[in-house]
């Protein structure tokens, strides 16, 4: 009986704010005289029973899609991606983190598909890719995508000392976080099913080729585009979340995007400074246009947009390590990413 009324005396603070305190006090101070309760215990359940509480109120469910993302289990799927080694298609350490994947998956998602195919390389190399389809509420129509890649670059080709060139990147920013945090979201999902459909697609080969003219990269977001999981296929908007965890973490608003699809942009960024995060989500946009898994997926008419934050020192270099990620970047990105499912 006490639970109900003390709720919703926590959801009005919540929504009036710290003004209101003193008049919800002489409230609850009447409801306890009439509840024939102890006005202090009533005072202690309060923020106890709020942390049940599941109402409509948009800010009370902005603050619990705060708690609910896990930058400490995302930050050790980055090192376990470290540990099975660079992702480069066909490689064993590959093969270990996309089976690590989907096995994570399979314990969180409604529904988890696979695209494997060949891609035959300009040079008529062939290699095996695999994309990696996770779905929540998969019979929902209204649906939201996220994007990351997860392959690493084959050769840390901006490395400043060129012996290293021709050696794979570790890949921890460029590659793992975004994963990282796709992992996590699922994890979140998993407690508290989103109220929209949800996709979490792992493309393969984002980074394999060369870049500016594109040649055998964004490999795994231009099988999707042509390979859609049904014709029809148009989420309400999509992101694709790419080195995401710098420690030194600032993410202007990518040219591209905000020209395609700049509902989409300003529906992050607005999410972003809501939760107190415009220093990170920075409002200006970049004066540059940047090569991603956007670009075949805006081709296609799909409504997403690049988070990514290039400004990396150690961009495809041996450096991209482990201690460039830091978990509090994982954690804005994340209370972002979640709060735009709720
Ligand atoms: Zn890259």
Redesign the pocket.
Known sequence: MIAPVTIAFGSTRRILGRRVLPLAKALAKALAKALALPLTLLLLLAPVLDGCSTGGDARTVSAAARLEFNADSAMSYVRQQLAFGPRVPGTPGWQQTGDWIVTRLQATADQVTEQKWTHTLASGQKIPLRNIFARFRPDATERILYVA?WD??PRADSDPDPANHDKP?P?AN??ASGVALLLAVADALKKAPPSAGVDLLFVDG??YGTFGPDVDVLLGSTYFASHLPTPEYRPLFGVVW??IGDADLNIPQEMYSAQKAPEVVQRVWAKAKELGYEEYFLPDMRTYTITDDHYPLLAAGLRVIDVIDLDYNV??AMGDDISRVSARSLQIVGDVAMALLR
Do not use: L, P
Request: aromatic share 0%; net charge negative; charged share 40%.
């Open positions: 890649h690493t670059r990147i890949g460029d590659g984002e980074d790419d080195m961009h495809h």
